[in-house]
T-cell receptor
Framework: GAVVSQHPSWVICKSGTSVKIECRSL??????MFWYRQFPKQSLMLMAT?????????EQGVEKDKFLINHASLTLSTLTVTSAHPEDSSFYIC?????????????FGPGTRLTVL | GEDVEQSLFLSVREGDSSVINCTYT??????LYWYKQEPGAGLQLLTY?????DMKQDQRLTVLLNKKDKHLSLRIADTQTGDSAIYFC????????????FGSGTRLSIRP
């Protein structure tokens, strides 16, 4: 099946620094990638949707200047958490969709755990 | 807006059947999904059902959909220790074909 990877799998950083998380579709071209955030024992909350070559669409309440998303190629999307603070600590999961099938099948990455000290 | 609800915990004895329930509010839902998340990992799609179906079976998994009551269930037969995980119910509309709305997840624990 389709494989999506994320790098790094975990990261610890100091408050005020920026962190970049990569999401790659390894064996298919992803026209659309999604970024989710998951707090402990909670569900996934969609942060933004990105289409290759265009600006990301952010969900209400998500600061686009804080969470920078770049989808420069059909196999790579990056999420940069700028000036990270402890409240940004969370599990970030990306997913990728190959086409526009009605089934809307998304393949999920393994997630990146961000801890901001 | 759309909402998907699940109970938070379920504990079953090994070998018994597990039934995880989910309700949703969006009558435009086209596809309904069950995802499995093991500790520290991403989501794995277990199965899905199209809204014009009322049942789907796949090996140990049986999905039942009551569209009138907007109720979805996942039955896992002969539950094993490897089934311990969080199970998310999710739905999407055909028109948007973009957002998947997730429930809060049900943590399934298996006791010997």
């Amino acid at each position: 099946g389709a494989v999506v990877s994320q790098h790094p799998s975990w990261v610890i950083c100091k408050s005020g620094t920026s962190v970049k998380i990569e999401c790659r579709s390894l064996d298919f071209q992803a026209t659309t990638m999604f970024w989710y955030r998951q707090f402990p024992k909670q569900s996934l909350m969609l942060m933004a949707t990105s289409n290759e070559g265009s600006k990301a669409t952010y969900e209400q309440g998500v600061e686009k200047d804080k969470f920078l998303i770049n989808h420069a190629s059909l196999t790579l999307s990056t999420l940069t958490v700028t000036s990270a603070h402890p409240e940004d600590s969370s599990f970030y999961i990306c997913s990728a969709r190959a086409g526009t099938s009605g089934r809307n099948e998304q393949f999920f990455g393994p997630g990146t755990r961000l801890t901001v000290l | 807006g759309e909402d998907v609800e699940q109970s938070l915990f379920l504990s079953v004895r090994e070998g018994d059947s597990s039934v995880i329930n989910c309700t949703y509010t969006d009558s435009s839902s086209t596809y309904l999904y069950w995802y499995k998340q093991e500790p520290g990992a991403g989501l794995q799609l277990l199965t899905y059902i199209f809204s014009n179906m009322d049942m789907k079976q796949d090996q140990r998994l049986t999905v039942l959909l009551n569209k009138k009551d907007k109720h979805l269930s996942l039955r896992i037969a002969d539950t094993q220790t490897g089934d311990s995980a969080i199970y998310f119910c999710a739905e999407t509309e055909y028109s948007s074909a973009s957002k998947i709305i997730f429930g809060s997840g049900t943590r399934l624990s298996i006791r010997p």
